[in-house]
């Protein structure tokens, strides 16, 4: 199973955007890169995931680059309600157990 | 709201005593995922079931067992319980078990062991 490396923490200001960065670089042809977000000791929060397009829904952006060993994970305009720990995993091929590191600490600062 | 239903909330009990956790897939979800959370652990994956049947085993102890029962509800049994059991413990689901099927996840039962 691939493993993903993460800058253990990150902060960002209110209103900018946040960029965080996830390294995957023994990922799969057929593997997802997922993203998820657990705030406080809430249950970890289902954000994006993607193959090999960029995608983007209604609460950030998935950048893959082209040879699929990196991806971002974009929130274009961050709130303080986005502090949280942000986790990139990558989908095992043959089954979705999510893995789960150590995560990004984002804090989101006035 | 996920969708995913975890009871109890919260629980107290003492050091080798036995307690079940029960979660509410979401509707339509065959696959449940069983995680624990302690504060120097991190998310730990446990064990999955798919449709009844045992898909994956992770850092699950012996003193842990699970199940899924035909109405899709699954239950986490821990039993002799010590002191480092104390954690949040999350139920997800999911509609299959490939890559590409999104997993949510419950709000979590947390146990405290006295």
């Known amino acids: 199973d691939a493993k993903t490396t993460q800058p253990p923490s990150m902060d960002c200001a209110e209103g900018r955007a946040a960029n965080l960065p996830c390294n995957h670089s023994?990922?799969?042809?057929?593997?997802?890169v997922y993203w998820y977000r657990q705030i406080h000791s809430q249950g970890p929060q289902y954000i994006i995931h993607?193959?090999?397009n960029n995608e983007t829904n209604e609460m950030a952006s998935l950048i893959i680059t082209e040879d699929r060993k990196s991806s971002t994970l974009i929130l274009p305009h961050a709130t303080l309600r986005d502090t949280a720990v942000y986790y990139c995993?990558?989908?095992?091929?043959?089954?979705?157990?999510?893995?789960f590191g150590a995560g990004t600490r984002l804090t989101v600062k006035p | 709201d996920s969708g995913v239903t975890q009871t109890p909330k919260h629980l107290i009990t003492a050091t080798g005593q036995r307690v079940t956790l029960r979660c509410s897939p979401r509707s339509g979800d065959l696959s449940v995922y069983w995680y624990q959370q302690s504060l120097d652990q991190g998310l730990q994956f446990l064990i999955q079931?798919?449709?009844?049947?045992?898909?994956a085993k992770g850092n699950i102890l012996e003193r842990f067992s699970a199940q899924q029962f035909p109405d899709l509800h699954s239950e986490l049994n821990l039993s002799s319980l010590e002191l480092g059991d104390s954690a949040l413990y999350f139920c997800?689901?999911?509609?299959?078990?490939?890559?590409?099927?999104?997993?949510?996840f419950g709000e979590g039962s947390w146990l405290t062991v006295v």
């Open positions: 023994t990922i799969s042809g057929n593997e997802y």
């Open positions: 993607g193959l090999k």
């Open positions: 079931y798919y449709n009844g049947e045992e898909r």
């Open positions: 995993i990558v989908s095992p091929l043959n089954n979705n157990d999510m893995r």
């Open positions: 997800a689901s999911s509609v299959s078990f490939f890559s590409g099927n999104t997993i949510y």
